[in-house]
């Protein structure tokens, strides 16, 4: 009988944000594909276009997912073990909003622009993540509005379920909800904040700096975009 290793509870630790970064820009890039493949299939007006949201929306929130927990393991206190987004959003926010104010300076200086515009610019990144956070938590998109779907281990576009009302997921006209373009737009959003987070509290837990190779990893993917 072969020898089985089996997956235990994540522990953080300083040289592990690379790891955080390498994931969420791997599940960038996939849904990217998949959503430039919406798109052409949108431009053909094909049936099968919802087919490719459902893998789609899937990885948009686990790319979120991946986002806020580097975001938050660089902030003050580690978020706590859980797939729900909007939770670790509001670990994510408590902690930013903690970060010192001579940071800003540094900042500034690294970016050769005002503090001023560095305020604004992390705040309203700030605002615009949250309501990508928001869109994609509760799906209100999938339901006009009228209410938002707790999905907190994210398994609507993992597994078919069942829901405790009488909502019934319409598969085949999920395009019809949202478009190619405009989940593209989320998706460039997460990607530079990832990068903006890299340059500009690129510090851990203990208040060392990230590896070089994570700088590295920054540039080189900044150089494709």
């Given at each position: ?129 949250e309501e990508i956070t928001t869109k994609y ?10 209410f938002l779907i707790e999905d907190a281990k ?72």
């Amino acid at each position: 009988m072969a020898n089985i290793c089996k997956i235990t509870k994540y522990v953080h630790s300083p040289d592990r944000s690379i790891e955080w970064y390498e994931y969420m820009m791997a599940y960038v890039k996939a849904s990217t594909c998949l959503a430039e493949e919406l798109k052409r299939l949108e431009d053909e007006v094909s049936s099968r276009a919802s087919e490719f949201l459902i893998p789609l929306l899937f990885n948009v929130r686990h790319c979120i997912e991946l986002l806020l927990k580097l975001f938050s393991y660089g902030t003050p206190e580690h978020p706590r073990n859980t797939h729900d987004i909007s939770s670790i959003f509001k670990n994510y926010k408590a902690n930013f909003e903690k970060l010192d104010k001579p940071q800003i300076p540094m900042i500034a200086k690294y970016f050769h622009v005002s503090e001023t515009v560095i305020e604004n610019y992390l705040k309203g990144s700030t605002i615009r993540l949250e309501e990508i956070t928001t869109k994609y938590y509760g799906f209100a998109f999938l339901v006009d509005g009228d209410f938002l779907i707790e999905d907190a281990k994210n398994e609507m576009f993992r597994y078919p379920v069942n829901f405790d009302t009488d909502f019934k997921l319409d598969i085949e006209n999920l395009h019809s909800k949202i478009c190619s373009d405009e989940i593209l737009d989320d998706l460039k959003f997460l990607f530079n904040s990832a990068l903006l987070f890299l340059y500009t509290f690129g510090v851990s837990t203990e208040g060392e700096p990230f590896t070089k190779t994570l700088r590295d990893w920054a540039n080189q993917d900044n150089k494709k975009h």
